[in-house]
């Protein structure tokens, strides 16, 4: 929180432990003031309120009244349907044909030993 009077910007190592005080390129300490007209300029040009809130719920109240007295709307609302899962039948049954196929498939008919592309023709016999 800001102070009207101004206050050294502390600096913390990655252990959360202060370790000194933001300065600027000349090495002078930063001495940062809080500018409640410029605030107010801001929250005003915005349509907004300006309050001060300090380190304890002072500040804090008064918004949260101001937000309960705003219009509650419901800004969109989304239908999803969840639909159940019925591939496994088509794939169970997809399996069972490839199984069947195979049996098939692994045991020659007579018609099909006549056609023997694959096999090697023995020429002498010829």
């Given at each position: 929180m800001g102070l009207a009077?101004?206050?050294p910007i502390p600096e913390y190592n990655q252990y959360?432990?202060?370790?000194g005080y933001r300065k600027d390129r000349n090495g002078n300490?930063?001495?940062t003031k809080l500018n409640e007209a410029m605030l107010q300029q801001i929250?005003?040009?915005?349509?907004?309120?300006?309050v001060r809130a300090s380190?304890?719920?002072?500040?804090?109240?008064?918004?949260?009244?101001?937000i309960n007295k705003l219009d509650k709307t419901e800004i969109d609302a989304k239908?999803?349907?969840?639909?159940e899962d019925q591939f496994q039948w088509f794939v169970g049954?997809?399996?069972?044909?490839?199984?069947?196929e195979v049996l098939i498939s692994s045991s020659?008919?007579?018609?099909?030993?006549?056609?023997?592309?694959?096999?090697?023709?023995?020429?002498q016999a010829e």
């Amino acid at each position: 929180m800001g102070l009207a009077d101004g206050a050294p910007i502390p600096e913390y190592n990655q252990y959360g432990h202060q370790t000194g005080y933001r300065k600027d390129r000349n090495g002078n300490t930063i001495i940062t003031k809080l500018n409640e007209a410029m605030l107010q300029q801001i929250a005003a040009a915005g349509n907004g309120i300006y309050v001060r809130a300090s380190n304890s719920n002072v500040g804090l109240e008064k918004i949260y009244e101001d937000i309960n007295k705003l219009d509650k709307t419901e800004i969109d609302a989304k239908v999803f349907t969840d639909y159940e899962d019925q591939f496994q039948w088509f794939v169970g049954a997809a399996i069972i044909l490839l199984l069947i196929e195979v049996l098939i498939s692994s045991s020659k008919r007579g018609w099909e030993k006549k056609f023997n592309i694959f096999e090697k023709k023995d020429e002498q016999a010829e």
